[in-house]
């Protein structure tokens, strides 16, 4: 829903209404990494990144979907009984409680979608949405072709088949090949399964991928807010 920058801003507790009008008359604000200096600018949120003296605004109960490149050691629960790091303790300066959309192993990096919307995780975890996740797994050797041909058409795993899955191989050595695996399923372990399941130990798993949106150069340990074009990349159709 469009509104007034102002309001976005006040609602957000950036200030009170006249104190961020001020804000806005200093040249303090951006919005899109633009300097607003118009008074009667209307705009959804949601589609843009509004800042603060280059810090992004939204308020508390703002839907927010957030993009995070999980390094390996962070547990995706928000809290964590044995004490170990939470992908949480990342999301510096994020006044949502957000959750986890799925999981991540501890020991598998990449892209971890984080939001307070429950719709949205919902969407994006039911199978029939077929939301797909794409993975790269190094892992010892260098499976044949026939191998990844029986993971590609689905496997027994602890009595459930898995559903088709595609795979390419990006790199190979006498020692380690690293492989990118497109899957629709969030099985426990599932891709260190899979592999492990055609002879292969997994040594390194990254996601890379939600549907068509990319993780892209993100540095590990940080975070990007998504827009509506992003979230629309997560559905888009193969
Ligand atoms: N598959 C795995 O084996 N681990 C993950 O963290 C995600 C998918």
């Known amino acids: ?52 003296d ?25 809290s964590d009984p044995q004490g170990r790091r939470i992908v949480s303790s990342l999301l510096v300066g994020i006044k949502q409680r957000v959750f986890p959309v799925g999981r991540l192993d501890l020991d598998t990096e990449g892209a971890l979608l984080l939001t307070n919307d429950g719709d949205l995780a919902q969407r994006i975890l039911h199978p029939s949405f077929e939301v797909t996740k794409t993975y790269e797994a190094k892992v010892l050797g260098c499976p044949l072709p026939e191998s990844l041909e029986r993971l590609a058409s689905g496997i027994e795993m602890e009595g459930r088949r ?62 990007r807010i998504l827009n509506k074009k992003d979230i629309e990349k997560i559905f888009a159709p193969k």
Request: hydrophobic share 40%; glycine share 10%.
């Open 1 to 52: 829903m469009k509104e007034r920058l102002q309001k976005i801003l006040a609602r957000a507790g950036a200030g009170s209404r006249r104190g961020v009008e001020q804000y806005i008359l200093d040249g303090r604000v951006s919005v899109d990494g633009r300097v607003v200096s118009d008074m009667g600018i209307k705009l959804d949120p949601v589609d843009h990144e509004i800042c603060l």
């Open 54 to 78: 280059g810090k992004p605004v939204l308020s508390p109960e703002e839907k927010i979907y957030i993009l995070l490149n999980k390094p390996v050691g962070y547990v995706t629960t928000l």
């Open 162 to 223: 898995t559903s088709p899955a595609s795979l390419r191989i990006l790199r190979a050595s006498s020692r380690f090949s690293v492989i990118e695996i497109t899957i629709h399923e969030g099985r426990k372990r599932q891709v260190r399964k899979m592999f492990a399941a055609i002879g292969h130990r997994v040594i390194a798993l990254k996601r890379t991928a939600y549907g068509k949106l990319k993780l892209g150069n993100l540095p590990s340990g940080k975070f």
